[in-house]
């Protein structure tokens, strides 16, 4: 198995990378992430069956419009698309939640959805905002076998962030069942103290 060069971690694991040729890009519950010489993305993940998980997901979404793409898996990494942008919960503080980005939110979940995903959610720190406005995810989890039938931790996020009326607002003229669907289990969940 080739490795990756690093002299402050040993070998790891990995690709034919030396890492001093990469730019340090963060850390997350998962893994470090690093953007490559390429334009691509280097996800080294701590735990092997993680990174065949999520692997297995941008696999199988290959190609939507929502996710990266990725090129190569081997135990504990990946490569794949790298995706800029900026958080959804800073780009809200600084612009706001426009119509579209609201509107995009919804396709994102409707996306979710038609993907067969049972986990109609994600956390707003896996949630890019693209200078078109357009969403990407990064860090895909338990899609198909968590159940959580509305998107629960957005909407707590647009709430904490004063926005969740204007949200609620486009989705009721955009979709009133989805409206009535997402804001009866929302109010219902925050009532009865059950989180996902």
Not at 10 to 26: M, Q, V
Not at 104 to 109: A, R, T
Not at 162 to 184: A, R
Request: charged share 25%; glycine share 6%; proline share 3%.
């Amino acid at each position: 198995m080739r490795s990756i060069k690093n002299s402050n971690n040993g070998n790891i694991n990995c690709f034919n990378i030396d890492l001093s040729t990469c730019k340090y890009l963060g850390q997350g519950r998962n893994g470090k992430v690093y953007l490559l010489p390429d334009g691509n993305a280097l996800k080294i993940f701590f735990k092997e069956a993680n990174c065949k998980h999520e692997y297995e997901i941008l696999k199988s979404v290959e190609g939507n419009k929502h996710f990266p793409n990725v090129y190569e898996y081997n135990s504990n990494c990946m490569i794949r698309d790298y995706v800029g942008g900026v958080l959804i919960e800073n780009y809200i503080m600084q612009y706001g939640l426009s119509a579209n980005l609201s509107k995009n939110l919804i396709e994102l979940i409707k996306d979710f959805k038609n993907l067969g995903f049972t986990r109609l959610d994600i956390r707003c720190e896996h949630i890019f905002v693209q200078e078109d406005v357009s969403i990407m995810i990064i860090d895909p989890r338990r899609t198909y076998d968590k159940i959580i039938p509305y998107p629960n931790s957005i909407l707590k996020s647009l709430y904490k962030l004063g926005v969740l009326d204007d949200f609620f607002n486009t989705l009721q003229n955009t979709d009133i069942q989805l409206y009535k669907d997402w804001s009866t289990k929302y109010i219902f969940d925050i009532n009865n103290g059950i989180h996902y």
